[in-house]
């Protein structure tokens, strides 16, 4: 079986990083570490996607397209 866990975090002084993982992955088993930096930009951007899953203008816009299109979708 196997486990993930996935967090961001802020790096500390001399970009170090310590994480400590949840009681549920056991001592003495090997994991795998993938270090990825993100763009702050990008994560301002996700948050405002988020946001828009409660915007009614958002959900206007979809209802719109989705009418322009079900037609040709209905030709498939």
């Not at 996935?6 to 993982?21: A, F």
């Not at 992955?25 to 930009?41: A, L, T, Y």
């Amino acid at each position: 079986m196997i486990m993930t866990f996935e967090q961001t975090y802020e790096l500390g002084k001399g970009n170090e990083l310590l994480i400590k993982l949840p009681e549920h992955f056991r001592q003495g088993k090997k994991v795998r570490v993938v270090v990825e930096e993100i763009d702050i930009n990008r994560n301002q951007k996700i948050k405002m996607l988020e946001g828009a899953a409660n915007d009614p203008l958002f959900h206007a816009d979809v209802l719109e397209i989705s009418e322009d299109f079900k037609h040709v979708d209905a030709e498939r």
